[in-house]
Each structure stands twice: as C-alpha cells, then as structure tokens.
Nanobody, 121 residues
Framework: QVQLVESGGGLVQPGGSLRLSCAAS????????MGWYRQAPGKERELVAAITSGGITNYADSVKGRFIISRDNAKNTVYLQMNSLKPEDTAVYYCYARVLNSGSVRWNDYWGQGTQVTVSS
C-alpha cells in the first residue's frame, strides 16, 4: 500500500500565501501523475493542479497565475505554492498520486487525508 501525508494547510488572510506538501511512501515502484484536488462545503471535488513525472503541469482556470505546482521525484513529494489567496480558495485540499506499486503491473490512485485551507480576514 501507499500512504500520502499532507502538510501546510491553515488559516491565511486574503492576498496571503501558503505552501502545501504531500509525501508519498510505501510500496512504490514509480509515480506517474501527482496533484491536488479541493472540495469546498456543498461543492464537488475539483482538480486544482497536476504534474507528471516529466514536469508537465495542468491548472484549473481559477488558480492559473496564482498557484504553482512542483514535485521532487527523488522524494516522491509534490508541492503546491498558493499565492494571492482568495476567500473562494477555502476548501479541504487533497493530494493524489497515480502509482505503479512494486511488483505490480497496474496503476493505482491514492489519496491523502486532506488538509484544510481557510482564507479569511
């Protein structure tokens, strides 16, 4: 199995910044995509940003120009630098990874437990 451990959430004022981290560990042969989703109260979970092992990135339109996703393949860790935060960014942020487990031929998706980000004055 694979565990994803997130950190870095919290309370921040509008216009502020936060950096989320997510480290994957366990039965990992290699990781393809890693990324972040978020879910606000009463809303569906939505993709925020994703990055492939080769560094190709994808962002939701609502965060383009404000958020930056990056990853350290050697550490199996993905980061999300969030700048110019807005109240509408308030949500639980979930990390995910598409993993090829050691000794397996099938890719599996794993999720973190979620970290709360609250943007409020």
């Amino acid at each position: 199995q694979v565990q994803l451990v997130e950190s870095g959430g919290g309370l921040v004022q509008p216009g502020g910044s936060l950096r989320l981290s997510c480290a994957a560990s366990g039965s990992i042969f290699t990781i393809n995509a890693m990324g972040w989703y978020r879910q606000a109260p009463g809303k569906e979970r939505e993709l925020v940003a994703a990055i492939t092992s080769g560094g190709i990135t994808n962002y939701a339109d609502s965060v383009k120009g404000r958020f930056i996703i990056s990853r350290d393949n050697a550490k199996n860790t993905v980061y999300l630098q969030m700048n110019s935060l807005k109240p509408e960014d308030t949500a639980v942020y979930y990390c995910y990874a598409r993993v090829l487990n050691s000794g397996s031929v099938r890719w599996n998706d794993y999720w973190g437990q979620g970290t709360q980000v609250t943007v409020s004055s």
